[in-house]
C-alpha cells in the first residue's frame, strides 16, 4: 500500500472518529438541556390523601382497647360521643373518637 494510500485511510478514520465526536457531544448536550428544564421546573407536592375511617377500622380499635381491659372507658367514649353504640356513631365524629381511644391507657 502507498503512502499516499495509507494517508487517505488515516484521514478518513479521523473524519469518521470527528464525526462520532460530534454525534456524542450533541446527544450529551441535548441530554443535559432536558435535566435543566427538568430541576428548573417547580416539583409538584405529592399530597397525603386520607382515606375516610370506616366503621370496621374503628371498631377493631375499640375492640383491642376493650380486651386490653378498657371496656368501660369504650363504653363511656361512645356515650360522650352521643351513642350507646359504634354504629350509632356519627361517621364524621370517628376521627375524634378514635384520638380519645388512643389515649386510653397512655396516662
Same mark, same amino acid.
Given at each position: 500500500?502507498?503512502?499516499?494510500?495509507?494517508?487517505?485511510?488515516?484521514?478518513?478514520?479521523?473524519?469518521?472518529?470527528?464525526?462520532?465526536?460530534?454525534?456524542?457531544?450533541?446527544?450529551?448536550?441535548?441530554?443535559? +438541556?432536558?435535566?435543566?428544564?427538568?430541576?428548573?421546573?417547580?416539583?409538584?407536592?405529592?399530597?397525603?390523601?386520607?382515606?375516610?375511617?370506616?366503621?370496621?377500622?374503628?371498631? +377493631?380499635?375499640?375492640?383491642?382497647?376493650?380486651?386490653? /381491659?378498657?371496656?368501660?372507658?369504650?363504653?363511656?367514649?361512645?356515650?360522650?360521643? /352521643? +351513642?350507646?353504640?359504634?354504629?350509632?356513631?356519627?361517621?364524621?365524629?370517628?376521627?375524634?373518637?378514635? +384520638?380519645?381511644?388512643?389515649?386510653? /391507657?397512655? /396516662?
Amino acid at each position: 500500500m502507498s503512502k499516499t494510500s495509507e494517508l487517505a485511510l488515516v484521514i478518513e478514520e479521523l473524519r469518521n472518529a470527528a464525526t462520532a465526536l460530534c454525534l456524542v457531544a450533541e446527544n450529551l448536550s441535548t441530554l443535559f +438541556a432536558d435535566q435543566a428544564e427538568q430541576s428548573a421546573t417547580p416539583m409538584q407536592t405529592t399530597k397525603k390523601v386520607e382515606k375516610p375511617l370506616t366503621l370496621e377500622a374503628v371498631r +377493631a380499635v375499640l375492640a383491642e382497647k376493650s380486651r386490653d /381491659g378498657h371496656t368501660a372507658d369504650v363504653r363511656a367514649l361512645l356515650e360522650k360521643h /352521643g +351513642a350507646a353504640k359504634l354504629s350509632e356513631i356519627n361517621p364524621a365524629k370517628y376521627a375524634q373518637l378514635l +384520638a380519645d381511644a388512643e389515649a386510653l /391507657g397512655n /396516662g
